[in-house]
């Protein structure tokens, strides 16, 4: 069976929502041959990963950056999931290949900008492929939120389950 992984970071009523409609769609009952497993930030493994067949990827915006917890992800998985550095150390890009399938979505109260770029970075020096564009809500989550955190977990669950 095939494996979407969750990795979020959910400290506010808003974050927690949109995890929750994200979670929501992702186990939608017309979607059949995916394991949905759902793991915050700051317990996500390398091993977490590299037994996924999809991930997304859940964050507050927090001063212009993502959130301290995914980026502890980030910082304790990077290398041994694959991640690329450049000369200087920084993140480079991954090498052309299989890419896992990966989707984002952040929630900001006045701007996303930095968290997405942020984020966008790392996975551009990860054998990864955005697979949905990036979900980006700001302020209170009302009902298009909710439903378009639904539609990521739908649309990254049935990719999964297809195999691309």
């Known amino acids: 069976m ?18 929750a409609r994200v979670l929501a769609g992702a186990r939608d009952d017309a979607i059949e041959g995916v394991e949905v497993v759902a793991v915050p930030a700051l317990e996500a493994t390398a091993e977490d990963v590299l037994a996924a ?5 859940g964050t507050s ?13 980030f910082d304790t998985t990077f290398l041994e999931i694959g ?24 929630h900001g109260r006045y701007d996303t900008t930095g968290a997405v770029r942020s984020v966008q ?25 909710r439903a378009a955190a639904y539609e990521l977990g739908a649309t990254l669950a049935a990719l999964v389950a297809q195999g691309t």
């Open 121 to 145: 970075a790392l996975a551009q020096a990860l054998p990864w492929r955005q697979a949905a564009p990036v979900l980006e809500v700001l302020g209170d989550v009302d009902d298009d939120a």
């Open 61 to 73: 915006a927090n001063f212009g950056y993502m959130s301290g917890a995914l980026k502890h992800f």
């Open 53 to 57: 067949d999809g991930v997304l990827l």
């Open 2 to 19: 095939a494996r979407l992984l969750v990795v979020h970071h959910s400290p506010s009523a808003s974050t927690a929502t949109l995890t």
């Open 83 to 106: 991640g690329a550095l450049d000369a200087g150390g920084g993140a480079g890009t991954a090498p052309a290949g299989t890419r896992l399938p990966y989707g984002l979505w952040v």
